[in-house]
């Protein structure tokens, strides 16, 4: 089956520091990816959607200019939180559509848990 | 906006009994796609169940099945014969191809086995 890897699993990192989060997809191409964050016994939120070589489209609400994402290419995405503050700590999870299966399909990452002090 | 509701915050089942979690949603479209995912305490989204709107039939999955009810917008999850591994947080999605091609999710059930 489809497998998508996150890197890194854990961090933690002071305040003011930028992070960033890798998204792969290991045996697929994937030309779109999705950003999420999930706070502790709440629902996954779409933070923004991810694909290849364009510009992400971000949700309502969400700062563009603070959460940086990047698809440079067919199997991997980033996700770089810059100047990190305490309430940017969540468990963030990227997911990736194989479009050669079918387009209503997401493939989950196991999640990156951001811990900023 | 498309919206899905999960309305059991938790729940528990007894293991090797049957439990049915319950989901609706709101749309307008004729055409979509329903997902049950279930998140273990590892955190990782596994997906559980699929189920074509357009197809009368109930999706089945060896012990977890669905009751789709298109007109009443409602979209259960059955789990049979409930194991210890069952224990997880399931989330109730909603996704359709006319309409921003995101997935919404539920708020979730936490679901507890007990022995």
């Known amino acids: 089956g489809a497998v998508v890897s996150q890197h890194p699993s854990r961090v933690i990192c002071k305040s003011g520091t930028s992070v960033k989060i890798e998204c792969r997809s290991l045996d697929f191409q994937a030309t779109t990816m999705f950003w999420y964050r999930q706070f502790p016994k709440k629902s996954l939120m779409l933070m923004a959607t991810s694909n290849e070589g364009s510009k992400a489209t971000y949700e309502q609400g969400v700062e563009k200019d603070k959460f940086l994402i990047n698809h440079a290419s067919l199997t991997l995405s980033t996700l770089t939180v810059t100047s990190a503050h305490p309430e940017d700590s969540s468990f963030y999870i990227c997911?990736?559509?194989?479009?050669?299966?079918?387009?209503?399909?997401?493939?989950f990452g196991p999640g990156t848990r951001l811990t900023v002090l | 906006a498309q919206t899905v509701t999960q309305s059991q915050p938790e729940m528990s089942v007894q293991e090797a009994e049957t439990v049915t979690l319950s989901c609706t949603y709101d749309t307008s479209e004729s055409d979509y796609y329903l997902f049950w995912y279930k998140q273990p305490p590892s955190r990782q989204m596994i997906l559980v169940i699929r189920q074509e709107a357009y197809k009368q039939q109930n999706a089945t999955e060896n012990r977890f099945s669905v009751n789709f009810q298109k007109a009443a917008k409602s979209f259960s999850l059955k789990i049979s014969d409930s194991q210890l591994g069952d224990a997880a947080m399931y989330f109730c999605?909603?996704?359709?191809?006319?309409?921003?091609?995101?997935?919404?999710f539920g708020t979730g059930t936490r679901l507890q086995v007990t022995l």
């Open positions: 999605a909603y996704y359709s191809d006319r309409t921003a091609s995101k997935l919404t």
């Open positions: 997911s990736a559509r194989d479009p050669s299966v079918r387009t209503d399909t997401q493939y």
